[in-house]
């Protein structure tokens, strides 16, 4: 009985001796890191069907990358404010809520879209955010003019703060075989509809670019007026103009938008960031008004004939 008891006793000890090692051996080990949450923060400056067709988009092209995707309204941005704080990436759709967002100085990395040219000049976001500008590249704006029109002389109105530097624009233009003359006016003192008149006495049509100051609710009818008294088309950067009267319009719809943010958002978030501070838009639609069309006796391919002619020659 006593050679079983010193047995057992033995046997005991080796027992904790070995997990006591075991445990020791545990903590050494170094563990396998814990992947951090990847959340993505969508801030709208205003619940409109537009910014709602760009989230479904990202959530689409995203939900399968991210631990998670919160939308919110501009105005909750200061009652999340340590939510947003910890954000592996925070997109804004807007002027209102970029500005917002901007000055609350979060140091996280901010995707702004639904910016114009004209508002990311005159009020740039912060250092080190990128923003996807609506603006198409102009010289996909020229192919557009020269495969829906083939007209050769092209009046462009302008105001300083947006206007294309004139050795650049020269350049595009020859590229596509059309001369563009840029009229630079002040709203404040001079009238678009009186200035439209003027370039469109000396050239074929009027691109019109987004530049508020000069084409909004108040110019639009006017604008678009004068030109079909003249016989002259308006190519346009929105579908809103097209049916309003314009000849055409080049645009990126919101689901390309939402592609665009996804096509950035994507190599971000695995630590790839964007090397610039803007760019325009990559994708483009086309909308022609027939109406307009006969009226000025044009008779333009059809809309995916164009779409593929400007891809085929531009690159976005």
């Known amino acids: 009985m006593k050679y079983l008891w010193r047995y057992c006793r033995v046997h005991l000890l080796l027992i904790v001796l070995i997990g ?4 020791v051996g545990a903590a050494d080990t170094p563990q396998e890191p814990v992947p951090s949450m990847r959340s993505l923060w969508i801030i709208s400056s205003s619940n409109n069907r537009f910014f709602r067709r760009s989230i479904r988009r990202i959530e689409e092209r995203m939900a399968a990358h991210v631990d998670r995707i919160v939308k919110i309204h501009s105005d909750e941005i200061e009652q999340r404010r340590d939510d947003l704080a910890q954000a592996s990436l925070i997109v804004t759709l807007g002027a209102r809520a970029m500005r917002q967002i901007s000055a609350m100085d979060l140091d996280r990395p901010l995707l702004h879209a639904y910016l114009t040219r004209y508002q990311y000049l005159s009020d740039p976001p912060l250092p080190g955010s990128h923003s996807l500008l609506l603006d198409q590249p102009l010289e996909r704006h020229l192919r557009f003019n020269r495969e829906l029109t083939g007209a ?5 109105l302008n105001v300083k703060m947006t206007a294309w530097d004139t050795e650049q624009l020269q350049q595009l233009a020859r590229s596509e075989g059309v001369e563009v003359e840029q009229k630079l006016i002040d709203p404040e003192q001079g009238n678009p509809v009186a200035e439209v008149r003027k370039i469109l006495q000396n050239n074929d049509n009027l691109l019109a670019l ?24 308006v190519l346009s950067y929105s579908p809103a103009h097209v049916r309003a ?3 055409g319009a080049l645009y990126a719809t919101p689901e390309q938008i939402g592609d665009q943010i996804a096509d950035v958002a994507l190599p971000w978030l695995l630590g790839q960031a964007p090397t610039t501070a803007h760019e325009l838009a990559r994708y483009f639609a086309i909308d022609i008004n027939r109406q307009v069309a006969t009226a000025l006796g044009i008779h333009p391919p059809s809309a995916e004939q164009l779409q593929q002619a400007i891809e085929d020659a531009i690159q976005p």
Do not use: D, E, Q, S
């Open 245 to 247: 009267g314009a000849l």
């Open 20 to 23: 006591m090692t075991g445990a």
């Open 210 to 233: 987004p530049v508020p100051v000069l084409y909004n609710r108040k110019t639009l009818k006017g604008i678009l007026l004068a030109a079909y008294r003249l016989r002259k088309p």
């Open 152 to 156: 050769r002389n092209i009046g462009l």
